[in-house]
């Protein structure tokens, strides 16, 4: 699914590309861990190959042109180079306009929520799991200090709050 690698020029970029590597690697051992939990929680009657497609496909959109530079200037500056901060609010609006896991994706217009697709709730759940995983603490707790700044239709709300609350409110990464 990530056939549109950018080319790397400098450790910089390298270093970025691992990182994107790693967080979509750590979506993978999320899923595997904790996917069919996720999917039994949410109800979603869809099939656990339906979610690892999405899984394998998570934050392709990193690796494109829309994306790639301004996140690595952002995060991964080279010495001497002043972060673009404006390029990097475009790639971020490119980056969850065009991934249904951000809970962004599902504003209107005026900025209200709309329900999210349950498979898009079980991809952000694992994608917060990720995160986790690289920086430490757990789902529910980054929720619960973020949840005031997180914008969800109701419905969607009850879900996220009842998957965090079950699945990972004493939650903790074991590598097995």
């Known amino acids: 699914m990530r056939n549109n690698r950018p080319i790397v020029t400098c450790p910089e970029e390298e270093a970025y590309l691992a990182y994107i590597d790693e967080h979509c690697n750590n979506v993978l051992k999320a899923f595997i861990k904790d996917g069919d939990t996720i999917l039994l ?3 979603i009657s869809k099939s656990r190959e339906d979610l690892l497609f999405r899984v394998k496909a998570h934050d392709v959109s990193k690796y494109g042109d829309d994306e790639f530079e301004a996140y690595r200037n952002y ?3 080279k010495e001497g180079e002043k972060k673009d901060r404006k390029a990097f609010d475009i790639a971020w609006k490119h980056h ?3 991934n249904s896991h951000h809970w962004e994706f599902y504003l209107d217009e005026d900025g209200n929520p709309k329900p999210m697709k349950l498979e898009a709730v079980a991809e952000m759940l694992l994608d917060w799991e990720a995160m986790s995983i690289k920086f430490g603490g757990n789902p529910y707790n980054w ?3 973020n949840k005031d700044k ?3 239709h109701p419905d969607t709300k009850f ?3 009842h998957a965090l609350q079950i699945i990972f409110k004493n939650w903790e990464w074991v590598n097995e």
């Open 150 to 152: 997180i914008k969800l």
């Open 159 to 161: 879900l996220v709050e």
């Open 96 to 98: 969850y306009t065009h």
């Open 75 to 77: 995060f991964y500056p």
């Open 143 to 145: 929720y619960q200090s």
């Open 41 to 43: 929680n949410l109800g």
